[in-house]
């Protein structure tokens, strides 16, 4: 258990309207990573954070932004959500030592 | 620029019998890392294996084995004697390093696999 949750789960929306995803984490770990799951085009990165205030864009960063004011938390914020950004949202940490990712349970989003 | 290539998109097999999955990367990096997750029904991503560049020997876990070879940019996944609990969908991701020590993954598109039994 890598002490990673996402909120909320579950969430379905308006075009137009504003999403926050949240994701914290229990273990103080540097690296955290938006991505976001669709069929037929696996896992993308949506944003990335190497730390408090430093975070860059991944392949789909269009239309998302990200904020890190503490270690522990990594908001994902749609500013005006599109029926094309439905999606299962996942979060992820890498440990400073190895390389792998490990990830929160998702968060499933409709946007209608 | 970077890619994994999963060709398999679904695969059926008989309970017990064996199965491997294909994963094909594309680096220009020297050092990189792959690695394969495993995606059950319950839809969390569970971490299977991690390989670095440097390191083609094969690696057995169970019934599970990776083949790695650099010749062919191949990672490939082998399930042996196929159990009902391997139907998942599996996806091969490659890291390649960055100058902020992310190391972003990049995953192919996946195998569905269903073990029939």
């Known amino acids: 258990d890598a002490g990673i949750t996402q909120s909320p789960r579950h969430k379905v929306t308006e075009t137009g309207t504003p999403v926050t995803l949240r994701c914290h984490q229990t273990e103080n770990h540097r690296y955290m990573y938006w991505y976001r799951q669709d069929p037929g085009h696996g896992l993308r990165l949506i944003h990335y954070s190497y730390g408090v205030k430093d975070t860059d864009k991944g392949e789909v960063s269009d239309g998302y932004s990200v904020s890190r004011s503490k270690t522990e938390d990594f908001l994902l914020t749609l500013e005006s959500a599109t029926s094309s950004q439905t999606s299962v949202y996942f979060c992820?940490?890498?440990?400073?030592?190895?390389?792998?990712?490990?990830f929160g349970p998702g968060t499933r989003l409709t946007v209608t | 620029a970077q890619k994994v290539t999963q060709a398999q998109t679904e695969i059926s097999v008989v309970e017990k019998e064996d199965v491997t999955l294909d994963c094909v990367y594309e680096?220009?990096?020297?050092?990189?890392?792959l690695f394969w997750y495993k995606q059950p029904p319950s839809g969390e991503l569970v971490f299977l294996i991690r390989r670095n560049s440097f390191d083609e020997q094969n690696e057995i876990s169970g019934r599970y084995s990776w083949n790695f070879q650099k010749s062919t940019s191949s990672f490939n996944f082998t399930i042996t004697a196929s159990q009902v609990v391997d139907s998942a969908v599996y996806f091969c991701a490659l890291s390649e390093l960055d100058q902020t020590g992310a190391n972003n993954l990049f995953f192919g598109t996946g195998t569905r696999l269903t073990v029939i039994p």
């Open positions: 680096t220009r990096d020297t050092t990189y890392y």
């Open positions: 992820a940490i890498r440990p400073t030592v190895g390389n792998e990712q490990y």
